[in-house]
């Protein structure tokens, strides 16, 4: 079946500072990939729909400077959360649509912002 | 826009017995459900899932019943185990909605021997 991959799994970070989060499709290709965000016992929110070789799409109220998509290739999407601070401690999630049936998740990163 | 809620925030049953799980939404046009399970500090696992054509779907020991006039879905897990123990969150796409999956709530089911 599909399997998605999310490095890493977690990373903490100084406050002002950017990180990086991978999703790659390791036995297809993707050209739309979904990134969600989740804070303590709540559900998950999409962010936006990156889009490969053309620009994300933005969830309303999602910064786009902020949270930079890239989706360069048919197998990888990353997320950088730039100038991070503690609120924007979460955990972020992948995900590709549907392949045959449901949506294949990663398994999430948790990021610390300190 | 779409809204996906559910009805209970916590569910505990014991052990071997037929669990529950219940979600509404408001989009006449959803058209996918699915259904995922989540363990702490991991990604969703799908369980099952069912279109709008039709009402009722099994899987092992789970069951999805739609029910299209009240916009409401179910997950029934029969004979629950210790390891069903999670958040169960139901999620929904639409026509036209570009494949965004939009998610419930969350319910927490703890399961007691």
């Known amino acids: 079946g599909a399997v998605v991959s999310q490095h890493p799994s977690r990373v903490i970070c100084k406050s002002g500072t950017s990180v990086k989060i991978e999703c790659r499709s390791l036995d297809f290709q993707a050209t739309t990939m979904f990134w969600y965000r989740q804070f303590p016992k709540q559900s998950l929110m999409l962010m936006a729909t990156s889009n490969e070789g053309s620009k994300a799409t933005y969830e309303q109220g999602v910064e786009k400077d902020k949270f930079l998509i890239n989706h360069a290739s048919l197998t990888l999407s990353t997320l950088t959360v730039t100038s991070a601070h503690p609120e924007d401690s979460s955990f972020y999630i992948c995900?590709?649509?549907?392949?045959?049936?449901?949506?294949?998740f990663g398994s999430g990163t948790r990021l610390t912002v300190v | 826009g779409e809204s996906v809620g559910l009805h209970l925030p916590t569910l505990s049953v014991q052990e071997g017995d037929n669990s529950i799980i219940n979600c509404a939404y408001s989009?006449?046009?959803?058209?996918?459900f699915i259904w995922y399970k989540q363990e702490s500090g991991k990604g969703p696992q799908f369980i099952i899932d069912i279109r709008s054509n039709m009402d009722k779907r099994q899987g092992q020991r789970v069951t999805v019943l739609l029910n299209k006039t009240v916009k409401h879905l179910s997950l029934q897990i029969a004979a629950t185990q210790p390891g069903d123990s999670a958040v169960y969150f139901c999620?929904?796409?639409?026509?036209?909605?570009?494949?965004?999956?939009?998610f419930g709530a969350g319910t927490r089911l703890a399961v007691h021997p």
């Open positions: 999620a929904v796409t639409f026509s036209g909605g570009y494949n965004k999956l939009i």
């Open positions: 989009n006449s046009a959803s058209d996918y």
């Open positions: 995900s590709a649509p549907p392949m045959g049936y449901g949506y294949t």
